[in-house]
């Protein structure tokens, strides 16, 4: 029971670059979220999802698109990557109001 | 929409003592979760403790007791006995239940620094 891991750990990229950040879940949770966090900022949800084939935008959703074609897998993808997405990346999931559980987190750095 | 705030951005205890650590929140619902996570430097969102809104009863786990105090939308965390290992990123959250809808909204973060 690996719970929620994340891949890539840290990455660096140059402007304009694409990539995708894989969050993996084996708990058979519904709910799945990507959130950013930043120094004095805390943790900001990007995009969430509430089950396979569905996505919703969080707090900051700009710049970021996400999908979750199979339940387990929820994808946060980087177009065009800007300096200001320079941060630590966190996915978690959930059984809703229970409790999230948390990767161990993606460190991007956007030259 | 729900605001957390934690207005004390870095806190330190000599260990063995008790810190208390301030959280408050805007909400209009009535039934809500409250949570705080623990973030070592090893990055890592650990759970501490969850409140049920409507449980007039204050939750505990071992050394860590909040003080949820309703109407004043204020949610504090007392850690006692303080450990060296407790020198983390204290975050404190809120959740709304609501089917398909159900995120969890941070505060900014407390540092805690544990001093042997």
């Known amino acids: 029971n690996a719970g929620v891991t994340q891949t890539p750990k840290f990455r660096v990229l140059k402007t304009g670059q694409s990539m995708t950040l894989l969050c993996a879940q084996d708990?058979?949770?519904?709910?799945m979220y990507w959130y950013r966090q930043d120094p004095g900022m805390g943790l900001r949800l990007i995009h969430y999802?509430?089950?396979?084939?569905?996505?919703a935008k969080g707090e900051v959703p700009d710049g970021y698109n996400v999908s979750r074609l199979k339940k387990q897998n929820f994808l946060l993808g980087l177009e065009s990557a800007a300096p200001s997405q320079t941060s630590v990346y966190f996915c978690?999931?959930?059984?809703?109001?229970?409790?999230?559980?948390f990767g161990p987190g993606t460190r991007l750095l956007v030259l | 929409a729900q605001t957390v705030t934690q207005s004390q951005p870095e806190m330190s205890v000599q260990e063995a003592e008790t810190v208390t650590l301030s959280c408050t929140y805007d909400?209009?619902?009535?039934?809500?979760?409250l949570f705080w996570y623990k973030q070592p430097p090893s990055r890592q969102m650990i759970l501490v403790i969850r409140?049920?809104?409507?449980?007039?009863q204050n939750a505990t786990e071992n050394r860590f007791s909040v003080n949820f105090q309703k109407a004043a939308k204020s949610f504090s965390l007392k850690i006692s006995d303080s450990q060296l290992g407790d020198t983390a990123m204290y975050f404190c959250?809120?959740?709304?239940?609501?089917?398909?809808?159900?995120?969890?909204?941070f505060g900014t973060g407390t540092r805690l620094t544990i001093i042997p």
């Open positions: 978690a999931s959930s059984v809703g109001s229970l409790r999230a559980y």
């Open positions: 999802s509430v089950g396979e084939g569905t996505t």
């Open positions: 409140q049920e809104a409507y449980k007039q």
């Open positions: 708990m058979n949770h519904e709910y």
């Open positions: 909400t209009s619902e009535n039934n809500y979760y």
């Open positions: 959250a809120f959740m709304k239940p609501q089917v398909g809808n159900e995120k969890l909204t």
